[in-house]
């Protein structure tokens, strides 16, 4: 079963406007993780930010935010002020459990590109 | 730090051919996974290290795959013999408790074609 649904294929977006990019999960697991990650078309996997399936607030890192609604299990990335540098593949992970023994599974991933 | 170190970055190699591909974690850290990312079936986990040791190898495709960590600081993937199917970016990431959730970091990845 598949445990990390990213349903947007594609987005376009218009530079310095904000974007959402969805991701939603499924785990029985009380304790988890949740990461973003961006992909440029360098190839490059870099780590975005990260959250806690106990953390009381969201996560934010500089323009990335993580939307994270737990009882919908829900992860959304925000990207606010959006550039052209961040025209990448973006993917939501899971690790279950809060143990550096689990292992991280990703979505398909999301491809955003920034029109200027 | 250096970070996580891949090499080779491109391998073109023929059908039949027996492909190493080789990594070096970043220091202290320990656990090492190595990932295949193909347009098909996106991101697939093949392997990954604790200590040096296997942990967990239930996604190695086949058993032309195999993948050793004899210390440290170095872990090969050696694929034999190779098959255009097996043509992908493999990652390979490391990780340590101390890190922001666990989060891996990962090389640059190693983009092998078989033709």
């Known amino acids: 079963a598949q445990k990390i649904t990213q349903t947007q294929p594609g987005m376009f977006v218009q530079e310095k406007e904000a974007v959402t990019l969805d991701c939603t999960y499924d785990?029985?697991?009380?304790?988890?993780?949740l990461f973003w990650y961006k992909q440029p078309s360098s190839g490059e996997m870099i780590f975005l930010i990260y959250?806690?399936?106990?953390?009381?607030q969201n996560a934010t890192e500089g323009r990335y935010s993580l939307n994270f609604q737990k009882a919908r299990k829900s992860a959304n990335l925000v990207i606010s002020a959006s550039q052209l540098g961040d025209s990448a593949m973006y993917f939501c992970?899971?690790?279950?459990?809060?143990?550096?023994?689990?292992?991280?599974?990703f979505g398909s991933g999301t491809r955003l590109s920034i029109r200027p | 730090d250096a970070g996580v170190i891949q090499s080779p970055r491109h391998e073109v190699t023929e059908m039949g051919q027996e492909v190493t591909l080789r990594c070096k974690p970043i220091?202290?850290?320990?656990?090492l996974f190595w990932y295949r990312q193909t347009m098909m079936r996106g991101l697939e986990l093949l392997i990954y290290?604790?200590?040096?040791?296997?942990?967990?190898d239930s996604g190695m495709p086949e058993d032309r795959f195999s993948a050793k960590m004899p210390n440290a600081s170095f872990s090969t993937l050696k694929i034999q013999p190779s098959e255009p199917r097996d043509s992908a970016v493999y990652f390979c990431?490391?990780?340590?408790?101390?890190?922001?959730?666990?989060?891996?970091?990962f090389g640059s990845g190693t983009r092998l074609t078989v033709v």
């Open positions: 785990t029985s697991d009380p304790s988890y993780g």
């Open positions: 220091s202290g850290h320990d656990y």
């Open positions: 959250q806690g399936s106990y953390d009381q």
């Open positions: 990431a490391s990780s340590s408790p101390g890190g922001r959730g666990y989060g891996y970091t």
């Open positions: 290290f604790n200590n040096n040791v296997p942990i967990d």
């Open positions: 992970a899971m690790r279950e459990g809060d143990s550096s023994a689990s292992k991280i599974i």
